[in-house]
């Protein structure tokens, strides 16, 4: 069966939600890396110190009905809108819950910045949901998971 996310409807239609107010500031710049599975992850922190356009591509889900597919790659990969920021806590750390109730399409990171702001690692859990005609459906039967993966970036 084949079966794939339609990443530019999702981009439009997700909702994310940052962490606690800013407190910790990190400088602003590029960071990218991968995941323990070397699937490529990264994001941009502002002026501001704020997480922003995280993004990660080529993720394997793994569904109930023994298929498996890759997330979008490319100019196509999942990432957030630029205009939604994310505050790091005091603490130096993140966290992104993104849900499209539409698709049954989702996905939360978690981040920790390492005491110079130079490095940032943390967790990533992709999931969607399909139906029998392996059309993306919140109602659907089969389930797709990534399972929770590791990653790590540094500044560009």
Same mark, same amino acid.
């Given at each position: 069966?084949?079966?794939?996310?339609?990443?530019?409807? /999702?981009?439009?239609?997700?909702?994310? =939600? &940052?962490?606690?107010?800013?407190?910790?500031?990190?400088?602003?710049?590029?960071?990218?890396?991968? *995941?323990?599975?070397?699937?490529?992850?990264?994001?941009?922190?502002?002026?501001?110190?704020?997480?922003?356009?995280?993004?990660?591509?080529?993720?394997?889900?793994?569904?109930?009905?023994?298929?498996?597919?890759?997330?979008?790659?490319?100019?196509?990969? =999942?990432?957030?809108?630029?205009?939604?920021?994310?505050?790091?806590?005091?603490?130096?750390?993140?966290?992104?819950?993104?849900?499209?109730? #539409?698709?049954?399409?989702?996905?939360?990171?978690?981040?920790?910045?390492?005491?110079?702001?130079?490095?940032?690692?943390?967790? /990533?859990?992709?999931?969607?949901?399909?139906?029998? #005609?392996? #059309?993306?459906?919140?109602? &659907? *039967?089969?389930?797709?998971?990534?399972?929770?993966? *590791?990653?790590? =970036?540094?500044?560009?």
């Amino acid at each position: 069966m084949k079966r794939s996310i339609v990443a530019g409807v /999702l981009v439009l239609t997700l909702v994310a =939600v &940052g962490a606690a107010p800013a407190s910790a500031k990190i400088a602003r710049g590029t960071f990218a890396g991968t *995941t323990a599975k070397a699937d490529p992850v990264g994001f941009k922190v502002n002026k501001k110190g704020r997480v922003l356009s995280f993004y990660y591509d080529a993720v394997t889900l793994t569904c109930t009905d023994g298929d498996s597919f890759d997330s979008p790659t490319g100019a196509d990969r =999942v990432q957030t809108p630029t205009r939604v920021k994310f505050n790091v806590s005091a603490r130096r750390k993140f966290g992104i819950t993104a849900r499209n109730e #539409q698709t049954g399409f989702g996905w939360d990171a978690d981040g920790t910045f390492n005491a110079r702001g130079s490095k940032a690692s943390g967790t /990533l859990k992709v999931f969607a949901t399909f139906n029998d #005609q392996n #059309q993306q459906d919140p109602n &659907g *039967t089969i389930r797709c998971e990534s399972g929770d993966l *590791t990653w790590s =970036v540094k500044r560009k």
